[in-house]
């Protein structure tokens, strides 16, 4: 029974980096490039929301809807300042150029709200369920609900919308598809508008399920599903999702049968681990390449 437990809240905290990794597969899906910012937008979504309950006292979905809004249009500036005009150099400079990203939008974050860490407010009470001996709280069903809606509607918007295939056609030739007459940078902007959109979703939440947030909240949960997303395949969406949720699992699994102290230690082990076995991923595909 302890074991059921611990895969449930496995499985809702895997949904929640699984949002972030779908993100960061996204972008390097269409521009080949880890977006190690992305964590911070996740961050910044958890504050939105946060300043939305606080000020505006808005509900759940507002809240989500708007820290949604405000993070892609985020993403979209950052990328039209910060990458858009390092597409063409060497991967190793937009890596770092992504790492400075990350510092600045944590140290602004910090200077404007101050380093002490905020309790998120309380949106709706706390109930827990016993189904066969497993409990599950309304705020874990709540989680999958939302991972559930937004992957089914990313879905379709890749699989049945016209940018959704103009996003499949700049991942496979960039080149190419600006031939076919398709617009790679309205594309590539709207990947990074997609992508920061979930990573705020899963800030809020986090935001409720522990309710703690502060500036530098991004960082590991960034890293852990930037190894998701290597788990499951860097660029393959359900790999993403399939990352996220083996991380989720595996994280909770050692705090329940081992020890709290290597929840972290975990995620690097896996990725060392992968690397080792299979460095394209569970659902990953060696490529040939031309040279």
């Known amino acids: 029974m302890e074991f059921l437990q611990q895969l ?149 918007i890749i699989y049945r919308t016209r940018i959704g295939k103009a996003m499949r056609a700049v991942s496979q030739d960039q080149d190419a598809a600006r031939l076919m007459g398709i617009n790679v940078d309205r594309t590539i902007s709207v990947t990074f508008a997609i992508g920061s959109a979930l990573a705020a979703a899963a800030g809020i939440l986090v935001g409720i399920a522990y309710p703690r947030i502060d500036p530098y909240m991004g960082i590991l949960p960034g890293l852990k599903a930037f190894v998701a997303a290597v788990l499951g395949g860097i660029g393959i969406i359900p790999g993403a999702m399939l990352g996220g949720l083996v991380m989720g699992v595996a994280e909770l699994m050692v705090v329940g049968f081992w020890s709290s102290d290597y929840r972290d230690a975990i995620a690097f082990a896996i990725l060392i681990i992968i690397l080792l076995i299979k460095p394209t991923g569970i659902l990953g595909k060696n490529q040939s390449e031309k040279v």
């Open 8 to 156: 449930v809240n496995g499985l809702a905290l895997g949904s929640i980096y699984a949002l972030i990794a779908i993100g960061y597969t996204m972008v390097y899906g269409i521009v080949q490039l880890i977006n190690f910012a992305h964590g911070d937008i996740y961050m910044i979504g958890a504050f939105v929301g946060f300043f939305a309950v606080v000020k505006y006292g808005l509900p759940f979905l507002p809240t989500l809807l708007l820290a949604m809004l405000v993070c892609s249009v985020l993403g979209v500036i950052i990328e039209k300042i910060a990458y858009r005009p390092l597409r063409n150099s060497p991967r190793i400079t937009a890596l770092i150029t992504a790492i400075g990203v990350s510092l600045f939008l944590e140290n602004v974050v910090r200077w404007r709200l101050g380093p002490d860490p905020r309790p998120f407010p309380e949106l709706f009470s706390v109930k827990v369920f016993s189904l066969g001996g497993v409990q599950v709280s309304n705020v874990q069903l709540l989680i999958f609900g939302v991972a559930l809606v937004l992957i089914v509607i990313l879905q379709f």
